[in-house]
């Protein structure tokens, strides 16, 4: 059985796009629910990732979880009808419906992960959309590097194994 397809012109509800939000050109690609679940699904495991303390990795605190958190939220406000789409599917799983389990994985099964979702987005989306998805995913990565405790941030991450994460990251995400 085929899984349903979700196309970007609508919300994730089917609904029509709200009134004074343009809706995604008629040429933007449909996602099956596979896909959909690995875009949208992305950028919160690279937040754990990120935030997770590893070999020549600090324990982060609350500052750089909220800075990742900070920066999903600030994919609102990107010229990409995906990016937008992503970050309103998001919150809109915080409804208070139960949602399937995601395991925590570790490193290598996030770079396939972004790898995949990098293959989908070259099959299906506009190049513009794929690149600031890419780019938005990446900068969850780098806020919550770039955090540290008291709450101020830093211009460069705060270790070289931080740098190897984002460098690996953006290899994954087909950015460097």
């Known amino acids: 059985m085929l899984a349903p397809e979700v196309p970007m012109s609508h919300s994730v509800a089917g609904e029509p796009p709200s009134a004074g939000r343009r ?10 629910a596979a896909e959909w679940e690995l875009l949208i699904s992305l950028p919160g495991r690279v937040l754990v990732a990120a935030a997770a303390p590893g070999p020549g990795r600090p324990e982060r605190g609350v500052m750089a979880s909220l800075a990742g958190l900070d920066a999903v939220a600030a994919g609102r406000a990107f010229d990409s009808d995906l990016v937008r789409a992503v970050v309103t599917a998001i919150y809109a799983r915080h409804d208070g419906t139960p949602q399937p389990v995601e395991r925590l994985t570790d490193l290598v099964d996030l770079l396939a992960a972004c790898r995949a979702a990098s293959r989908v987005l070259g099959r299906r989306a506009d190049p513009a959309d794929s690149a600031a998805y890419r780019q938005w995913v990446q900068s969850v990565a780098a806020r919550v590097c770039r955090a540290v405790p008291g709450g101020r941030r830093v211009d460069q991450p705060a270790t070289s194994a931080d740098r190897r994460f984002l460098d690996r990251l953006g290899a994954a995400l087909g950015l460097g």
């Open 23 to 32: 809706a995604a050109p008629l040429t933007t690609a449909v996602y099956s």
